[in-house]
């Protein structure tokens, strides 16, 4: 079992920066980032692999996912956000390695934190 913990969630002004976090209790596989807005569906944003990213269409170029194994984090650097960013930002991980986007693909989930862009 792994807990993760996000924060660095916050308002932020269309065109601005912000920057989260993700701890995770023990060591895992791929860890990744998904977004979910009110009444929508949950959806991807980023995964990290072993030794790659990979990001949602509509996040390529503007944000980057990275990790710090010695420390069981993950961060998402979100640059020029845009109103259409706004949502619950989830952090989530998997025993194993993969690159897979599905969130049925990843067992662990953190509880969350809001990111609004305003315009």
């Known amino acids: 079992q792994v807990q993760l913990v996000e924060s660095g969630g916050g308002l932020v002004q269309a065109g601005g920066s912000l920057r989260l976090s993700c701890s995770a209790s023990r060591r895992t596989g791929s860890m990744g980032w998904f977004r979910q807005a009110p009444w929508k569906v949950r959806e991807f944003v980023a995964v990290?692999?072993?030794?790659?990213?990979t990001y949602a269409d509509s996040v390529e170029g503007r944000f980057t996912i990275s990790r710090d194994n010695a420390k069981n984090m993950v961060y998402l650097q979100m640059n020029s956000v845009k109103p259409e960013d706004t949502a619950v930002y989830y952090c989530?991980?998997?025993?194993?390695?993969?690159?897979?986007?599905?969130?049925?693909?990843?067992?662990?989930w953190g509880q969350g934190t809001q990111v609004t862009v305003s315009s």
């Open positions: 989530a991980a998997r025993d194993g390695w993969g690159s897979n986007t599905s969130p049925q693909a990843f067992g662990y």
């Open positions: 990290f692999d072993w030794n790659a990213a």
